[in-house]
Nanobody
Framework: QVQLVESGGGLVQPGGSLTLSCAAS??????????MGWYRQAPGKQCELVAS???????NFADSVKSRFTISRDNAKNTMYLQINSLKPEDTAVYFC????????WGQGTQVTVSS
């Protein structure tokens, strides 16, 4: 059974930083073959893609987070990261990770709250 577990969320003041992690586990789950992505869902809003990274390391970002978010992956650790800088109140959301290849897997999410 495949599991994606997000961590690193919390309450942060505007202008602060966070690093989110998404750890993947499961028998016969080959992390390096999966395209990975970070999504977020704010209260009352639709879930949106904020960043993605391919198996080859190519990255893509939503316009609203470019220059502030960095996505990376460590295939040896079966883990993906999202470095978030210059946090804004509108970044408040539950952040989910997603793995896509032959199947799609989602994590349970981690809450990020940006407030003074």
């Amino acid at each position: 059974q495949v599991q994606l577990v997000e961590s690193g969320g919390g309450l942060v003041q505007p202008g602060g930083s966070l690093t989110l992690s998404c750890a993947a586990s499961g028998t016969s789950f080959s992390f390096s073959t999966y395209a990975m992505g970070w999504y977020r869902q704010a209260p009352g809003k639709q879930c949106e893609l904020v960043a993605s990274i391919t198996t080859g390391g190519s990255t893509n970002f939503a316009d609203s987070v470019k220059s502030r978010f960095t996505i990376s992956r460590d295939n040896a650790k079966n883990t993906m990261y999202l470095q978030i800088n210059s946090l804004k109140p509108e970044d408040t959301a539950v952040y989910f990770c997603k793995a896509t290849w032959r199947r799609v897997y989602w994590g349970q999410g981690t809450q990020v709250t940006v407030s003074s």
